[in-house]
């Protein structure tokens, strides 16, 4: 960035050649912003659950073994080993250890305490009683095995002699219940978590992904912008991200890009809403007139959205879009940018008054869009001579007209978000940055 130089503005439109063709590529890789994100969620998941396992209570179990004896035949007791489990479990013998214990438990809390094990064509079964309270899953288990006794003896009173069951259906095999602490291992509930925290995140930015690709990679910005990459630097309202180091890669970048040759008009256009173009044109206006001593006119033609209007709290004073009408002239709407106007992620970027001139897009801007492709030029040439005029631009394809924009650049740099550009909006924009940019053009990628 040298001293500034007249330019000529009579520039011959490039003839509009139609968009290639290119096909759809989707992929299942996802951005490193998104890669984080997952990987926070299956930290933050996992550390919840071992902390909320840390805190439940023990599960106490009382087991009590029982074998199943009536009957010469295995047939006969793999029958009566099946009805009891069914038995055991139900309700009806829930209600009938509430009546004889006489607990203050209800018969579906009774029943949920109550499980059975049992290994195929085995006649033995462990009778489980579990509870948060080691007495409750005591007292619970002391009436099972008496309760199922009186089920089968006041039915097999009912029938006659022949017709009963020969011999003890049933019996208890200790004397003694199995005391049993039951836990869940915190290892389990870290893997649980993880993968239930990662799994969730993933899933959601691979269906986003597959339904609207975004540029993840180097390859996908070549592929569908067709442009050369000049460099990826953080995004300057990343955390942790330093703006005087990245805006100085983003100016060695275009030097390289124009040959060394002195560039008075470097144009930021994009394929989203422009919220990192505009932080980024704010902060190569400020490091060059640091860095070069060189007064420098910001001027925000997004008129669309007017992101860069809005950072430096300008939203409400008429800019561009007047000055397009021919209501007020260029120099008398600008504005000093610095101090309290800049957002505290540029304030370390300071610079004295009058060395960075801000034209925000204005008050009335819808009817002055398409004032943008005759008018525009007259605006820049008001500045010839005395600035470095850094535009931060429109969406492309968009409302907005770029083709003069985009014509007296020295250089125009297209900025793309890893993980958020689409590549159905890149190539567009790249379409329309080949077919109408009159000076050298090249790709800023922002990594997340």
């Known amino acids: 960035m040298t001293t500034p130089m007249e330019r000529s503005t009579e520039v011959v439109p490039a003839a509009y ?21 997952v990987v926070l969620s299956a930290v933050v998941m996992a550390a919840l659950m071992v902390a909320l396992i840390s805190v ?45 214990g006489d607990l203050d438990l209800s018969i579906d809390e009774i029943s949920g305490m109550i499980s059975v094990k049992r290994d195929p064509l085995s006649p033995f079964l462990a009778v489980i009683s579990s509870s948060p309270s080691q007495e409750k899953s005591e007292l619970v288990s002391a009436q099972i095995v008496p309760a199922l006794r009186d089920v089968f003896n006041s039915n097999q009173r009912e029938i006659p002699v022949e017709q009963r069951i020969p011999g003890p259906i049933f019996q208890e095999v200790y004397a003694f219940p199995l005391q049993q602490t039951s836990t869940v291992p915190l290892w389990f509930g870290a893997v649980f978590g993880a993968l239930l925290g990662g799994l969730v995140p993933y899933l959601f930015f691979l269906y986003r992904n597959l339904r609207r690709p975004v540029v993840n990679t180097a390859q996908d910005v070549t592929e569908a912008i067709d442009l050369p990459i000049l460099v990826k630097v953080p995004a300057l ?126 008050v009335d801007r819808s009817r002055n869009i398409l004032r943008m492709r005759s008018s525009f030029g007259n605006v820049l040439d008001g500045m010839a001579g005395r600035y470095v005029v850094v535009v931060n631009g429109p969406r492309v394809p968009g409302p907005v007209p770029t083709s003069q924009l985009l014509s007296l650049a020295d250089a125009t740099l297209m900025v793309v978000a890893e993980g958020e550009t689409s590549l159905t909006d890149a190539r567009s924009a790249g379409d329309t940055l080949r077919s109408f940019s009159g000076g050298s053009a090249g790709v800023v990628v922002l990594r997340r």
């Not at 290639?20 to 951005?31: M, Q, Y």
Request: one cysteine or more.
């Open 17 to 37: 050649e139609p968009p290639v063709a290119v096909e759809r590529r989707r992929s299942l890789r996802l951005s490193g912003l998104q890669s984080v994100v």
């Open 56 to 100: 439940q209570p023990p599960i106490y179990q009382t087991t009590r073994s029982v074998i199943v004896l009536s009957g010469a035949n295995p047939n006969d007791n793999e029958v009566l080993a099946l009805a009891l489990e069914g038995i055991i479990t139900s309700p009806g013998l829930a209600a009938e250890i509430k009546r004889r």
């Open 237 to 362: 309202t990343g955390r942790g991200s330093n703006p005087q180091d990245a805006v100085s890669s983003v100016i060695a970048a275009v030097e390289r890009l124009s040959l060394n040759e002195p560039v008075h008009r470097l144009v930021l256009v994009g394929a989203d809403d422009g919220a990192d173009r505009a932080q980024l044109s704010l902060a190569l206006a400020l490091v060059i007139a640091r860095s070069f001593g060189q007064p420098v006119a910001l001027v925000d033609a997004d008129l669309e959205s007017g992101q860069l209007t809005d950072l430096v709290d300008a939203t409400d004073v008429a800019g561009l879009a007047e000055c397009l009408s021919g209501q007020l002239d260029p120099n008398a709407a600008m504005l000093d940018v610095a101090g309290e106007r800049l957002p505290k992620s540029l304030a370390a970027l300071d610079v004295p008054p009058g060395m960075v001139r801000f034209l925000g897009a204005g």
